[in-house]
């Protein structure tokens, strides 16, 4: 499907560029097979979880939360203590960390925004894993801030 938008786009750059007009003719393209998803045994994910708290960085913190909860990379990385209330046992997805090309600066720039779509800001459910290991980090974090 990306190969198909761009050859549009390639196509219609080159009508404007050149101010024609091409007969196009339609196309079928192969079926590209999806790769399989590869997801963890739950040997794997014990394995994973253990090496994260016996380090127990923000890194780690990090990759626990994804475990549990199954947020997203962008979701997690706008993640503010405030938006994780351990009352209700309650994260809240609120925003997304987003890393754009800026073309001026050759650079690219974080920017922290709200998702994409609507049905993105949500409520996400803390089981007891996860909230006995963020309850005393809580505590933690918090007197750093």
């Not at 994260?91 to 600066?105: A, E, F, G, P």
């Amino acid at each position: 499907m990306i190969f198909k938008n761009i050859l549009k786009a390639i196509l219609n750059y080159y009508e404007e560029e050149y101010e024609t007009k091409l007969t196009r003719r339609r196309m079928n393209l192969p079926k590209v097979e999806k790769n399989k998803l590869q997801i963890l045994t739950s040997r794997e994910k014990t394995k994973l979880e253990n090496y994260c708290i016996k380090r127990n960085t923000s890194k780690t913190l990090g990759i626990l939360i994804c475990l549990n909860t199954g947020i997203r990379i962008g979701e997690l990385c706008a993640l503010k203590w405030e938006n994780i209330d351990l009352d209700e046992r309650n994260i809240y997805i609120k925003s997304t960390l987003q890393r754009i090309y800026n073309k001026n600066t050759g650079k690219t720039e974080i920017i922290i925004d709200s998702p994409k779509s609507t049905s993105s800001i949500r409520s996400i459910h803390i089981n007891k894993k996860l909230y006995n290991l963020l309850n005393p980090m809580k505590k933690i974090y918090k007197k750093e801030v």
